[in-house]
Each structure stands twice: as C-alpha cells, then as structure tokens.
C-alpha cells in the first residue's frame, strides 16, 4: 500500500489513527511504502515543529525501521505531471497516486481532503484511494 505523507505525520504523532497504522505495520497485515518525494514533505513538516536536526534523527529512524520502501518519485514523472495537468490536486498527491496506479496497490491517504474527495467524485482514479480515519 503506498502511504501519503499524512499518514507518516500520524504515526509519528503518536496519534490514535497512527498508534492503529502502526498496528497494522508491526502485524505484517499492511507493507507500506511511498516516495521520496513524500519524505521530502515529511521532513519539512517535522522540522516546522521540531528543527532540522531532530526531524532529521527521526526520519532517520523511519528508515532504518524496515516499515517503509522508499520508491524514487522521478519513476513516476511523466504519470504525475498528467495526473495534475488533469486533476486539481497537489503535485505531491499525484506523485502517490500515481505510485499506487503504477504498482497497482492500494493508496491510504491519512484523512479526507477536500480536493482529493471532489476528484473522487468526478472521475474514479485507476487505483483504489483509502482513507485511515475510515478504517481506525
């Protein structure tokens, strides 16, 4: 299942949807990976709260954790870049979906965001969009 940054910032928040995310990591039920992109996103955010060097410990530990595979969002360029050209979406969003469409997996997103539910009500996407707070 491909992750958006958002369910990273959950986990890590140590947030009741992040404490059932990782649940289901620890399990083995769920394989997570995303891009670097959303690392990328996910660093920022955590340094927006913590500082540079702590956000880079923890996306550090995030890593060497074996949760998560890190997929090269430059292998989904040309799928993304249409998908935004087509879609009023962020340009990190698409990058995931089109993860999720290229791999043919599963895309959880951590919660409902208005752009992403009036895409989905305008045109299904060619992969499966899930979103945490529905399951947890």
Known sequence: MVFDTGVFVEILAGSELGRGLMEELLSGK??????????????YIICRKVGWERSREILDKLLLSGYVEVLRAGDFTERAARM??????SLVDCFTI?????????V???????EL????DRRPFDV????AEDLF
Do not use: H, P, Q, Y
């Not at 769920?30 to 996103?41: A, H, I, M, P, R």
């Not at 935004?84 to 979406?89: A, G």
């Not at 539910?117 to 989905?120: A, F, I, N, Q």
């Open 30 to 43: 769920v394989k997570s990976v995303t891009t670097d992109l959303n690392l990328t996103e996910l660093n």
């Open 84 to 89: 935004k050209c087509e879609r009023s979406l």
């Open 98 to 106: 089109s993860a999720g469409e290229a791999l043919g997996v599963r």
């Open 108 to 114: 959880l997103f951590a919660r409902r965001e208005e």
């Open 117 to 120: 539910e009036r895409e989905l």
């Open 128 to 131: 499966e969009i899930l979103f």
